[in-house]
T-cell receptor, first 114, second 115 residues
Framework: ETGVTQTPRHLVMGMTNKKSLKCEQHLGHNAMYWYKQSAKKPLELMFVYSLEERVENNSVPSRFSPECPNSSHLFLHLHTLQPEDSALYLC?????????????FGSGTQLSVL | GNSVTQMEGPVTLSEEAFLTINCTYTATGYPSLFWYVQYPGEGLQLLLKATKADDKGSNKGFEATYRKETTSFHLEKGSVQVSDSAVYFCALMRWNSGGYQKVTFGTGTKLQVIP
């Protein structure tokens, strides 16, 4: 148990559906991240929120829309996805500052787009 | 930009064999270096880290030494177990001007240990 919980664990959606991924951290961290994990590719950083403000958006298509309502929760809203968006989506958190040393990951949501 | 290159897998070893997974990096300045491990069905967990040149990170019998002259951070273990079967990710971290961690990961190397 890493203290970062993601739901759902698995999601199958059609290209016209709208769905949301949820991430919750119980560690008191002030930074949260969305990563995309595809086979044989490095983990891709999608979004970073620091102190509830989006500080990085790595050229992610607008069909992915993040939301960070407070420092403990992070959402990824999905709409009109493409089959190539099928991947494992990982949420992570960290405590920013001089003592920060690592990322804490959730178990991920395995997304399949049909 | 920053990048991490690690050997392609999968790597298949017999129990008690010696493990090496190569990792090299490209970065400006002095990044911190990490190995993360992902067990089946789980997220990534930090395995070990090194924050400056010549540091050796170690955990659970795994070791890696920060070699600035060769820009490498190879992962080693003297005797692997079946329970070590997982995907291993090499990563580097730089502080971003926005005050958060900018972590760059490699592609991951799958390790399978057979009894």
């Amino acid at each position: 148990e890493t203290g970062v919980t993601q739901t759902p664990r698995h999601l199958v959606m059609g290209m016209t559906n709208k769905k949301s991924l949820k991430c919750e951290q119980h560690l008191g961290h002030n930074a949260m991240y969305w990563y995309k994990q595809s086979a044989k590719k490095p983990l891709e950083l999608m979004f970073v929120y620091s102190l509830e403000e989006r500080v990085e958006n790595n050229s992610v298509p607008s069909r992915f829309s993040p939301e960070c309502p407070n420092s403990s929760h992070l959402f990824l809203h999905l709409h009109t996805l493409q089959p190539e968006d099928s991947a494992l989506y990982l949420c992570a958190s960290s405590q920013e500052g001089a003592q920060a040393e690592k990322l804490f990951f959730g178990s991920g949501t395995q997304l399949s787009v049909l | 930009g920053n990048s991490v290159t690690q050997m392609e897998g999968p790597v298949t070893l017999s129990e008690e064999a010696f493990l090496t997974i190569n990792c090299t990096y490209t970065a400006t300045g002095y990044p911190s270096l990490f190995w993360y491990v992902q067990y089946p069905g789980e997220g990534l967990q930090l395995l070990l880290k090194a924050t400056k040149a010549d540091d050796k990170g170690s955990n659970k019998g795994f070791e890696a030494t920060y070699r600035k002259e060769t820009t490498s951070f190879h992962l080693e273990k003297g005797s692997v177990q079946v329970s070590d079967s997982a995907v291993y990710f090499c990563a580097l971290m730089r502080w971003n001007s926005g005050g958060y961690q900018k972590v760059t990961f490699g592609t991951g190397t799958k390790l399978q240990v057979i009894p």
